[in-house]
């Protein structure tokens, strides 16, 4: 409280989780510039009695799915958009690290070339272990679409999301991971156009930067992604790259492709 407060008065933006002694109510009226992981309302949705005779709830709240009541959703985005609290689902960290696929598995993903192999040993551990005792794969379903319709409220209700994965995250891959990311994005019901927002426009609306970066203007930082395909026809698409222009400097995909085979060689040293 003397935080946020104290934040408050020196106009200083906070961000970032929400501690189940906070809970998402108090987080909103204390007027967070962004929520991450979607924390905190899936305990919004359980009663307040449950909460403290039972204060475990597992990963970001899997243990209370059971005992959510899902009724108090629109109610929550509707206090969520009126707040102006932003949201970044970061949906991948939960369908890749806390899903039922095997550790083993995610490891020897293409992409994890690209990881020192000390760190993929981390993350073979650190998943092994979350998902060890007392999970099981029938509630971690029901765990995700109760977030899937979470997200989805919260867009209905028009609360502004930004694209963000939490990488280097278990089994997340710094770049790599957004595809991940859009992928279950799109799979909780988000159009291409809102993900792809999420990542561009969005951003710099966030951080009060519109026309400055996020879109292609006079004025504007000269980033883009040259593509095959139209991603607004299919999110894939997305990774049809021909190339980069960062700053205004053109990275082709031949360079981009090198530069990763010196990251995966240097990782098998």
Known sequence: MILAKTAQTLNLPFSGHVPVEVGIRHALASRYASVDHIDGYLEGLVSAEYLQQNPNGGFFGYNYVPHADEKLLDALAAETKKQGVWVVPTQSLFTRWFSPIDAVALANESEMQYMPSKTLYQWRQNKQNLTANGYSEVLWQRFILLRQKTLRTLHGAGVDLLLGSDA????????????????????????????????????????????QFGTIQPGASADLILLEGNPLDNIDNTWKQIGVMLRGNWLSKVFIEAELRKIAEKNKS
């Open 168 to 211: 280097p995250q278990v089994f997340n891959v710094p770049g790599f991971s957004l595809r991940h990311e859009m992928k279950s994005l799109f799979e909780a019901g988000l159009s291409p156009q809102v993900i792809l927002q999420s990542g561009t426009a969005n951003p710099a609306r966030f951080f009060g930067q519109s026309g």
